[in-house]
DNA sequence: AGACCCGGACGCG
DNA sequence: CGCGTCCGGGTCT
């Protein structure tokens, strides 16, 4: 059975990314630094297996260069491209592959 | 222990 | 700018 525990890890990626309101995005080492941690990738994985999607708007994390970054373990390709339209939902758009309005970019409360 | 992963930084041409 | 390369950290086999 599928099943599987949230992981402490997961848990607090999953809370920070709650922080970021709608219209804006962060990064996944942005969040990394958040949670104390240093490896973004560490964040990917656990955004990549988020159980409480769209509870949890793992479609607000691109990456630190303002690129899209990847979706539901695509790194391109029609779920980028779903990415993409819900994040242009919110405001938040694409130009020639990168980020439009980098001030779009949430800077965690300290 | 090793492989795998939705990234990031750095070096070089 | 576009590589290539190493890195780090959490999770799954």
């Known amino acids: 059975m599928g099943e599987r525990r949230v992981s ?5 990626v999953y809370a920070a990314l709650c922080e ?8 996944y080492g942005l969040l990394a630094k958040r ?13 990549r297996r988020n159980p ?7 479609h607000r994390v691109i990456r630190a260069d303002l690129r899209m970054g990847g979706f539901q373990g695509a790194a391109a390709g029609a779920r ?9 939902a919110e405001g938040v758009l694409f130009e020639g ?5 980098p001030a779009r970019v949430f ?4």
């Open 8 to 12: 402490d890890f997961e848990g607090r």
């Open 97 to 101: 592959g990168r980020l439009k309005e």
């Open 80 to 88: 980028v491209a779903r990415k993409r339209r819900m994040l242009a």
């Open 20 to 27: 970021v309101p709608r219209g804006c995005v962060t990064t």
């Open 107 to 110: 800077r965690f409360p300290r």
């Open 35 to 47: 949670l104390g941690a240093a490896s973004a990738r560490a964040v990917g994985q656990a955004l």
């Open 52 to 58: 409480f999607a769209p509870g949890v708007p793992c």
